[in-house]
Nanobody, 121 residues
Framework: QVQLVESGGGLVQAGGSLRLSCVASGSIFSINAMGWYRQAPGKERELVATFSSRGSTNYADSVKGRFTITRDNAKNTVYLHMNSLKPEDTAVYYC???????????????WGQGTQVTVSS
């Protein structure tokens, strides 16, 4: 089985920084894309940033220039470095990864439990 576990969320003042981490563990044959999503109360879950298996990255317009996604393939870990945080960044942040558990099955999406990020004004 595969699990994704996020860490690093918390309460921070506007203008501050946080780093989120997500570690994939369990039976893993390969990991394709990894990324971060977020969901604010009453809102749809939205893409924040993605990191492909070949190293290309994509960001939501609202976080470009402030957030950076990085990936350590040897550790099956993806990070989200968040700088210049704004109150509108407040949300539950979820880790996502496209993972092939073993050679006998196709890859599929896995989600972490989420970590709360709260930015005070």
């Amino acid at each position: 089985q595969v699990q994704l576990v996020e860490s690093g969320g918390g309460l921070v003042q506007a203008g501050g920084s946080l780093r989120l981490s997500c570690v994939a563990s369990g039976s893993i044959f390969s990991i394709n894309a990894m990324g971060w999503y977020r969901q604010a109360p009453g809102k749809e879950r939205e893409l924040v940033a993605t990191f492909s298996s070949r190293g290309s990255t994509n960001y939501a317009d609202s976080v470009k220039g402030r957030f950076t996604i990085t990936r350590d393939n040897a550790k099956n870990t993806v990070y989200l470095h968040m700088n210049s945080l704004k109150p509108e960044d407040t949300a539950v942040y979820y880790c996502n990864a496209d993972i092939r558990p073993n050679i006998a099955v196709r890859s599929s999406d896995y989600w972490g439990q989420g970590t709360q990020v709260t930015v005070s004004s």
